[in-house]
């Protein structure tokens, strides 16, 4: 029986080495790493001279969205020509712990380098962001030329990049609206300062948000909102609503709809007797049902009368 279990642990163990096979080694150091450094400080510079001595004559790149054709050398040095002219602080540099590594294939005799690194700079003609990760894959030959290039990064905000040199309408300004009918209304209830038939105008998952009381991204559900406002007008009487102006409705492409307007508030402080007038702005912004699914304020409660 001992006899059995020895031979059926040898066979296990030469089943296993038989799974592992070596196929070439990983280097945190090695002369092709220089080589990407060097064409990474050349293509932020624009220095094209020195991208075009550091790659090879049939040299091709590709991004994420090239499923066929790769790019070509010319394509590669227009973009870094006009990145570093219009990038301002253009950079692409490692992150955190993170560092190249050089993977040499003893199958295919190839190497390949991997860097991960992180792209910064803004937009000097639009002002957009250029912030996002960078992984790419440079594949070096063995006289140190680099032979192809493959890039992941964040192609929704090139696009995005790209875009805001067009002019696009994304949708349509209405001065007159059945929506605007809706907010006039739900400015109206307030007056009442009867809390059922303003939260009548809300539904269950409306979400509040308060610009200069609410920490950002946190918002206030209906009954906390309205705690809030019971608290208020313990101390405080509102008088008067007006608008200031006239509300906007922006009907997006695809996004639903909000309703932008300014009003002028008076209330009485119900202690002292005094009397303000503060400025109040808000959006309301509608699901496809024509609810409120959420309403963003803005006022100072330091106007307040004391």
């Known amino acids: 029986m001992k006899t059995k279990l020895t031979l059926a642990a040898l066979i296990l163990c030469m089943v296993l080495s038989a799974q592992k096979k070596k196929n070439g080694t990983i280097y945190i150091e090695h002369p092709a790493m220089e080589v990407v450094d060097e064409f990474n400080t050349a293509f932020v510079t624009g220095d094209l001279e020195k991208i075009k001595s550091l790659v090879s ?32 602080n253009f950079e692409i540099k490692h992150y955190g712990g993170s560092y190249p590594d050089a993977f040499e294939y003893k199958k295919d005799n190839v190497l390949d380098v991997m860097t991960y690194t992180w792209m910064t700079g803004y937009d000097k003609n639009t002002g957009v962001s250029l912030n996002m990760p960078r992984y790419a894959s440079f594949r070096v ?64 998952s409306t979400a509040f948000y308060d610009v200069m009381n609410s920490d950002l991204n946190e918002y206030k559900t209906l009954e906390e909102e309205f705690a809030d406002f019971s608290a208020y007008m313990e101390v405080f009487d509102l008088l008067e609503i007006n608008e200031s102006g006239y ?38 912004a509608f699901n496809e049902k024509g609810n409120i699914s959420r309403e963003d304020y803005y006022f100072n409660p330091a106007q307040l009368p004391d």
Do not use: C
């Open 247 to 284: 509300p906007d409705v922006l009907d997006y492409e695809g996004d639903g709809s909000v309703v932008i307007s300014w009003w002028n508030m008076k209330f009485k402080n119900k202690k002292s007797g005094n009397i303000t007038t503060i400025k109040q702005h808000i959006q309301h």
């Open 57 to 88: 004559d049939d040299f091709k790149w590709r991004n994420s969205t090239m499923r066929e054709k790769p790019g070509t050398l010319k394509q590669l040095l227009g973009r870094s020509n006009y990145l570093s002219k219009n990038i301002e």
């Open 141 to 204: 030959a063995e006289n140190g030329k680099i032979l192809s290039m493959n890039i992941m990064d964040d192609q929704v905000l090139w696009n995005k990049a790209y875009d805001a040199y067009d002019t696009t309408r994304n949708g349509v300004i209405f001065k007159d609206h059945p929506l605007v009918s809706k907010v006039r209304l739900l400015m109206q209830s307030y007056l009442t300062k009867d809390v059922d038939t303003i939260k009548s105008h809300y539904t269950e």
